[in-house]
């Protein structure tokens, strides 16, 4: 099995860190900017990407401050198998950021940052940011 790599993003995020883990961590939230659709029972979430579901467990939730995603699939490594949300506060500037935790092949690096890049576009867009 092919070792992935981590792949750790920060983005400046113009909004209070309320309604962002709003976004981050709902299905209806999760919905408008991440994936498709967002189907919930209990903790588990289904991320719906056109013909693609992808199960992923909800651990790790602080409220206002992180949650992280680990996918239910057998096949993957269990250190390498989440992505996770850790919103950061500027005590002085009060600057709300982003971090963004994911794992992609050494080869699809470059690609999985670009997608980030372009959901974390649209989500910054969503909440005026």
């Not at 099995?1 to 209070?16: G, H, P, R, T, V």
């Not at 919930?40 to 990407?49: E, Q």
């Not at 989440?82 to 992609?104: C, G, H, M, P």
């Amino acid at each position: 099995m092919a070792e992935k790599s981590k792949l750790q993003l920060e983005y400046i995020i113009n909004c209070s860190p309320k309604v962002l883990f709003n976004r981050l961590s709902t299905a209806s939230g999760l919905c408008e900017w991440f994936a498709d659709d967002v189907r919930v029972k209990g903790n588990l979430f289904t991320f719906v990407w056109e013909d693609n579901d992808q199960v992923a467990e909800k651990k790790n939730h602080k409220e206002n401050k992180t949650v992280r995603y680990e996918w239910l699939d057998e096949d993957m490594d269990k250190e390498e198998n989440y992505f996770e949300f850790v919103i950061a506060q500027d005590d002085l500037t009060n600057d709300v950021s982003l971090l963004v935790t994911d794992f992609a092949d050494k080869d699809e690096l470059e690609s999985t940052t670009d997608l980030w890049n372009t959901q974390i576009t649209k989500l910054k867009q969503l909440l005026g940011s």
